[in-house]
Structure formats: C-alpha cells, structure tokens
C-alpha cells in the first residue's frame, strides 16, 4: 500500500538553529516527490519537486534532497518567518499523496 | 506558475444543504484535482476532474455525495450534497499542465456545517 511518513509531527526552532525535516515514502509508480509549505487559513505553496534520488534543491534557507525511500527538508539558519507547516507529496500517476505535514515554529 | 482562485473562501451551511464550490484557474490545465483537508490534518484526494467526462473517484468518496463539474479546461466545480457536520473542512482545488509538472492549489474553502 502507497503511504508517505512524515517525521517529526512538531519542530520547535530557536532562530538560527538549523534543522532537518524527514519524508520517507513507499510508492509504486514514483513520478516525483513534492515539497510544500501551508500557512494557517491558506493552501498549500509549491517549494520543490524532486524527480530523481540524488537530486537537491533551494531556495533561500530550504534545501531538499532525495533518496530512493526519503526526502529531506533541510531548514538553515531559520527565521520567524519561516513558521509553517510543511508538506511533503508523493506523485504516484499523477496524484499526490500527501504526508501528514511537521509544523515548524522559529522564535526569536 | 498557475493562479487557483475558489470561492466561496468560507461558509457555514445548515446540515442536509448542498454547497458548490468553483474554481477557476488563469490558464488551461489538463489535470485538476479536488482535496479535503479535515481540522488538524492533512491533504486527501477526492477526485480527479476530467474535462468533459465523469470524475474519477478515490476509495471512500461517491460521485453522489461530492458531484463534480469540469466544462472546460480553466473551471471546475465540487458540490458537497446533504451536509453533516463531519463535511466540515477546508476544500482544496489543485491544477497541473501535466504528470512531471508542479501542481498549483487555490486558497481554499472552509465549510462548517451547523
């Protein structure tokens, strides 16, 4: 059965404090593992697809890489603003199958 | 990168009512999808909406309770048939070009069935 896992449920950051988010999937058919991010009230915003285990991403503070069974969400130096729940997706055939998410806090 | 816009944003319904929710996207798409995201938890397939053709249906959802429309390739709808309170969630529509592309989502609709 096609399930995608989400570690941790919560991440509580110091500003600053550098971090890892794990996505660890089990899909037939992978087209490509997606990374989102979901403010409270708003939908999901597209940070990253990843099509092909070795493959690394970034954008400003996020960086994500792919394995044959996992994703990674690196957080560094984070900010405030960085606050969020984030989102991991497997695309199996064309629809996404969805982690249940980390929600991530930074304080000052 | 493609512009989901749905509305209603929000509604609180009266149980055994049906909601339409629409979503329009600023450019053709192939593919639109619509998702529950149920309090606390995160995105479910509904449906996969094809243009002028039935939807396509995942495990636990029937097209007699969450009929869907798609005319065209810039519009959808979802209806949410004889409320209860457990349809009570935020509605997603989503939008890609095609498989290997980025799939966009719109703001969402938050409904509360009372």
């Known amino acids: 059965e096609d399930q995608v896992t989400q570690s941790p449920e919560a991440l509580r950051l110091q500003e600053g404090e550098s971090s890892s988010l794990n996505c660890s999937y089990t899909v037939s058919g992978l087209r490509g593992l997606f990374w989102y991010r979901q403010d409270p009230g708003k939908g999901p915003e597209f940070l990253f697809t990843?099509?092909?285990a070795g493959e690394e991403k970034e954008k400003e503070r996020l960086k994500a890489t792919l394995t044959k069974k996992e994703s990674f969400l690196h957080i560094t130096a984070p900010k405030p603003e960085d606050s969020a729940t984030y989102l991991c997706a497997a695309d199996s055939w064309g629809k996404l199958q969805f982690g249940a998410g980390t929600q991530v806090v930074v304080t000052p | 990168s493609a512009v989901i816009s749905q509305k209603p944003s929000r509604d609180i319904c009266q149980r055994g009512t049906s909601l339409t929710i629409q979503c329009q996207v600023d450019?053709?798409?192939?593919?639109m999808f619509w998702y529950r995201q149920q309090p606390g938890q995160s995105l479910t397939l509904i449906a996969t909406a094809n243009q002028g053709s039935e939807a396509t249906y995942e495990s636990g959802f029937v097209i007699d309770k969450f009929p869907i429309s798609r005319p065209n390739l810039t519009f959808s709808t979802l209806t949410v048939s004889n409320m209860s309170p457990e349809d009570s969630s935020i509605y997603l529509c989503?939008?890609?070009?095609?498989?290997?592309?980025?799939?966009?989502f719109g703001q969402g609709t938050r409904l509360t069935v009372v």
């Open positions: 450019s053709q798409v192939t593919m």
């Open positions: 989503s939008a890609r070009d095609r498989v290997n592309t980025e799939a966009f």
């Open positions: 990843l099509y092909s």
